[in-house]
């Protein structure tokens, strides 16, 4: 059972460059999330998964697209990657909560980006 | 719009007792949470309330007062390896899966 992994874990781009961030849980989690963190700024959620086959925006959606063609992996896009997208970016999951508002993130190790 | 503060940093020393607080300004609240997050690593998953009252789980308790935006964190019988930043999170019912984190508390704790 690994858990939540992410792919890379480190990563150097130029600007304009895309690339995709992969994030893959095993424990047949429902809910998916993405979170870039800043010095500072604490965490902040990028887009999310209610499930299969669904996405939403989150807090700063702008300049990433997400897909999760299955449950147990959700990708994060840069299609034109900018300096101010240098950052650690998590991936997280949670399963159905079993009590109201119970919902425990299970996060990955991050992917530390940095765009040049 | 949503707001959490929390104190930057913290000291304390070994074997003391430490309290984290956070206040946040949000609607639709659903939850508050705590996370432990080691300097170079993922969050890891601390305490949960829902309700208002304490929480304890072994050294560590969480305390929510819904009318007054307030949580807290107590960790007790401090050790070196709680050295590391806390962070506060907060879920909207009405905003999907969408939780707001604060900026986080770094605590050092010193022998």
């Known amino acids: 059972n690994a858990g939540v992994t992410q792919t890379p874990k480190f990563r150097v781009l130029k600007t304009g460059q895309s690339m995709t961030l992969l994030c893959a849980q095993d424990m047949n989690h429902e809910y998916m999330y993405w979170y870039r963190q800043d010095p500072g700024m604490g965490l902040r959620l990028i887009h999310y998964s209610v499930g299969e086959g669904t996405t939403a925006k989150g807090e700063v959606p702008d300049g990433y697209n997400v897909s999760r063609l299955k449950k147990q992996n959700f990708l994060l896009g840069l299609e034109s990657a900018a300096p101010s997208q240098t950052s650690v970016y998590f991936c997280?999951?949670?399963?159905?909560?079993?009590?109201?508002?119970?919902?425990?993130?299970?996060f990955g190790p991050g992917t530390r980006l940095t765009v040049t | 719009g949503q707001n959490i503060d929390q104190p930057t940093e913290m000291t304390a020393t070994e074997g003391a007792i430490v309290q984290i607080n956070c206040t946040y300004q949000t609607s639709g609240f659903n939850g508050l949470f705590w996370y432990q997050q080691h300097a170079g690593e993922a969050p890891t998953f601390l305490s949960y309330n829902v309700l208002d009252g304490l929480e304890e789980k072994g050294r560590f308790s969480s305390f929510l007062s819904r009318s007054k935006g307030y949580s807290y964190l107590l960790l007790k019988e401090l050790q070196m390896k709680d050295s590391a930043s806390y962070l506060c999170?907060?879920?909207?019912?009405?905003?999907?899966?969408?939780?707001?984190f604060g900026p986080g508390t770094r605590l050092s704790v010193l022998p």
């Open positions: 997280a999951s949670s399963p159905l909560p079993t009590k109201p508002g119970y919902y425990e993130q299970y």
């Open positions: 999170a907060v879920k909207r019912r009405d905003y999907g899966q969408n939780f707001v």
